[in-house]
């Protein structure tokens, strides 16, 4: 059994910066791509970013050279740094881990930008 814990959410002003965490629970953190999501308000779920257990990293289009994901594998902890923030980043964000046929998700953070 994993835990994912997110944390670093809040309410920012376009343009603003915030870096969120996820602790995962147990030893498997290091072997696995751990995943950023978030729901939009109205909105289906979207892969934001990964990182594999390389350091290998992908993004989404919309926030390719604004955000970046990182892990600290000694910390269990995946991170996702988020600056130029903009409205449509408004959103709740989790952090997701897969190792089959099992899939465990975070409770989520609120990260909302105002205009």
């Known amino acids: 059994q994993v835990q994912l814990v997110e944390s670093g959410g809040g309410l920012v002003q376009a343009g603003g910066s915030l870096r969120l965490s996820c602790v995962a629970s147990?030893?498997?953190?290091?072997?696995?791509?751990m995943y950023w999501y978030r729901r939009a308000p109205g909105k289906q779920r979207e892969l934001v970013a990964a990182?594999?257990?390389?350091?290998?990293?992908n993004y989404t289009d919309s926030v390719k050279g604004r955000f970046t994901i990182s892990r600290d594998n000694a910390k269990n902890t995946v991170y996702l740094e988020m600056n130029s923030l903009e409205p449509e980043d408004t959103a709740v964000y989790f952090c997701?881990?897969?190792?089959?046929?099992?899939?465990?998700w975070g409770q989520g953070t609120q990260v909302t930008v105002s205009s």
């Open positions: 997701h881990l897969r190792t089959s046929p099992y899939h465990y």
């Open positions: 147990g030893s498997i953190f290091r072997l696995v791509t």
């Open positions: 990182i594999t257990s390389g350091g290998s990293t």
